[in-house]
């Protein structure tokens, strides 16, 4: 994984961060207190805290235990889950739909 060693985690992107900012600014002016997103986490696999948005960019891909990342990221994620996904030969975007449906209600898939 390009940016990221074994226990350490990666920083998050200005890019990212520019739409983390843009969560909670829209979620605070249009959002009612149970969907207000307050605190945004990136998934990194390793020393991950509990927020009101769980962030998983370009990782999954590359991990083995999917449905064990899923099941984690579900109990992380306290109102939203965000997928980031590089697709491969290995598994195509219905591969991932599926597999993501599995844990989440996906409401879009792009």
Request: hydrophobic share 45%; net charge negative; no cysteine.
């Amino acid at each position: 994984m390009s940016g990221m060693t074994r226990g350490r985690r990666r920083q998050i992107t200005k890019e990212w961060e520019k739409h983390f900012d843009e969560w909670r600014r829209v979620s605070a002016k249009y959002g009612d207190a149970l969907n207000k997103i307050e605190t945004v986490e990136m998934w990194e696999g390793t020393d991950d805290k509990p927020a009101d948005a769980i962030v998983a960019v370009n990782i999954l891909e590359h991990r083995m235990q999917v449905d064990e990342d899923l099941f984690t990221i579900k109990g992380l994620a306290k109102k939203i889950a965000v997928f980031s996904i590089e697709l491969d030969a290995l598994r195509d975007a219905d591969a991932w739909r599926s597999l993501i449906g599995t844990f989440f209600h996906i409401v879009i898939f792009d």
